[in-house]
């Protein structure tokens, strides 16, 4: 018999043990944000500032997700927006029914995810409802948060590092059934406890960022950051740099980090960035017309200089185009850029004879690995990171979230309340949170 997803609902608000959430009856239809594959020409001609989330993301009912082996349903309590639920709805670079169709052609499991609507997000925090054959470690009622690395192992390629699955994807990107929904589907290997002292929309806000600013400085697969590294981070209070500040700041390294507004600076202040650029109020300008001003590049170094003494031993990369020559520019003899993006365009320019002829390193980073992912959210879990979370919205208002990081109106994350049905709920360590409260205060206090 079908379910309601008012009784998942309660019996997650009301502590209900496991078993209880095991015995539950799953409804047929839950309520998602999604895509429709017939709308993906909408903006055909349309510009990218042009494109509009809330014109294409429908929150509807849509069939409960299926379960196939190795899988588990979750009750969403709260989800969060990332660059790529942005990406999904304006149709840029690519629509993403085109990952879907690619991955359908896999077999019969990846088939079901090839469907007439994509249901978008890559986080999520909320409760396991139940599971498929093969899953051991979780269970009925476990509270977890969820990291996007959608990936089975069953080739050779990823088993020193499961980013190099040739099938790795990013689940609620370049699959379905992601976070954004009352119930979504994810691969059992994706699951992390939820930090206790956390509400479910800050543990929402931890999966994507946080491990790929953790991989990205931390990791020896990124840029292995040591005590005493002077990082220039691009974006210091977006979703990628309010984590990559804290991992810098905790692991002995000097954060320069680059904002463009006053209240930001402050922020990275009051957190302890000491050296903060405002790159509005300095009015750097790298591109004229179609090239790079060099004086400008200079002008920035001798910025960042100006603080230790010294250039940056890494620089933390995301902006892409417009930032890109620059960033490789300022590195130290030696340096190293780590980029995971490019949001104001892939087609970068530099001049390479900084690169060579000063031993910099370019590395490329794409999300995190499970151990990767799960030392991020272990240090969330001990409260030694906390998400900068600057508002919720419900799950219908998913379009005008989405609009809101696609014109970088927003600061920090932006949450996404599913089955919440408020924010401040599913803190289970109050103790914890007593310890933190200063910092979760002031990171409140940026957001109003
Ligand atoms: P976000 O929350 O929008 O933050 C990015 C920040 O970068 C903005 O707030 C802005 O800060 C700064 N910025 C934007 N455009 C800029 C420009 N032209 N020049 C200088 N600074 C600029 O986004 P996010 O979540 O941090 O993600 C950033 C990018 O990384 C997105 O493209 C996303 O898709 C990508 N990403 C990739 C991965 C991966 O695994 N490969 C993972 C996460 C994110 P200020 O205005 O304050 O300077």
């Known amino acids: 018999m079908a379910g309601s997803i008012e009784t998942i609902r309660s019996l997650i608000l009301d502590g209900a043990p496991g078993e209880d959430i095991a015995g539950v009856d799953l409804p047929e239809a839950v309520e998602a944000a999604f895509v429709r594959r017939d709308e993906q020409e909408m903006f055909e001609g349309i510009s990218f500032e042009e494109r509009d989330p809330r014109k294409s993301l429908h929150v509807e009912e849509v069939p409960l997700p299926p379960l196939g082996p190795n899988e588990c349903r979750i009750a969403v309590m709260a989800s969060a927006v990332n660059f790529n639920t942005v990406w999904t709805s304006i149709f840029q670079p690519v629509s993403t029914f085109a990952f879907l169709e690619r991955f359908g052609r896999e077999g019969d499991l990846s088939a079901r995810h090839n469907l007439d609507y994509h249901v978008v997000g890559s986080d999520a925090a909320g409760v396991v409802l139940d599971t498929g054959p093969g899953v051991t470690r979780w269970k009925p009622g476990d509270r977890v948060t969820v990291h996007c690395n959608y990936v089975d192992m069953e080739g050779h390629e990823g088993h020193d590092d499961s980013m190099l699955d040739t099938r790795q994807r990013i689940w609620g990107f370049e699959s379905n059934f992601g976070g954004m929904a009352q119930i979504a589907m994810v691969k059992s290997n994706q699951l992390m406890p939820k930090p206790r002292h956390m509400t479910w929309e800050e543990a929402a806000c931890l999966g994507l960022v946080s491990s790929t600013s953790y991989r990205m400085l931390v990791s020896r697969n990124g840029a292995g950051m040591k005590q005493g590294d002077i990082v220039l981070i691009w974006g210091a209070t977006g979703g990628l740099g309010g984590f990559a500040c804290q991992y810098v700041l905790n692991g002995g390294?000097?954060?320069?980090?680059?904002?463009?507004?006053?209240?930001?600076?402050?922020?990275?202040?009051?957190?302890?960035?000491?050296?903060?650029?405002?790159?509005?109020?300095?009015?750097?300008?790298?591109?004229?017309?179609?090239?790079?001003?060099?004086?400008?590049?200079?002008?920035?170094g001798k910025q960042i200089r100006s603080f230790v003494g010294e250039d940056p031993d890494i620089v933390f990369e995301h902006p892409g185009r417009q930032t890109f020559g620059a960033s490789v520019f300022v590195a130290k003899k030696g340096g190293i850029v780590v980029t995971c993006a490019s949001t104001s365009g892939y087609r970068h320019e530099y001049d390479n004879r900084y690169l060579w002829m000063n031993l910099k390193r370019i590395?490329?980073?794409?999300?995190?690995?499970?151990?990767?992912?799960?030392?991020?959210?272990?240090?969330?879990?001990?409260?030694?990171?906390?998400?900068?979370?600057?508002?919720?919205?419900?799950?219908?208002?998913?379009?005008?979230?989405?609009?809101?990081?696609?014109?970088?109106?927003?600061?920090?994350?932006?949450?996404?309340?599913?089955?919440?049905?408020?924010?401040?709920?599913?803190?289970?360590?109050?103790?914890?949170?007593?310890?933190?409260?200063?910092?979760?205060?002031?990171?409140?206090?940026?957001?109003?």
């Open 253 to 300: 390294g000097i954060p320069v980090g680059v904002v463009s507004s006053r209240d930001k600076v402050e922020l990275l202040h009051e957190i302890g960035v000491e050296h903060v650029i405002d790159r509005k109020a300095e009015g750097y300008a790298f591109w004229d017309g179609d090239r790079q001003d060099m004086a400008e590049f200079r002008r920035f």
């Open 363 to 448: 590395i490329g980073s794409h999300f995190a690995n499970y151990k990767e992912a799960w030392e991020a959210n272990r240090l969330a879990y001990l409260g030694h990171i906390h998400p900068i979370l600057s508002k919720t919205y419900p799950l219908v208002e998913s379009g005008e979230a989405a609009y809101q990081v696609h014109h970088n109106l927003h600061k920090g994350k932006l949450g996404i309340l599913c089955l919440a049905p408020e924010e401040g709920l599913g803190v289970e360590d109050e103790d914890l949170r007593a310890r933190h409260l200063d910092k979760i205060n002031l990171f409140k206090r940026f957001s109003d």
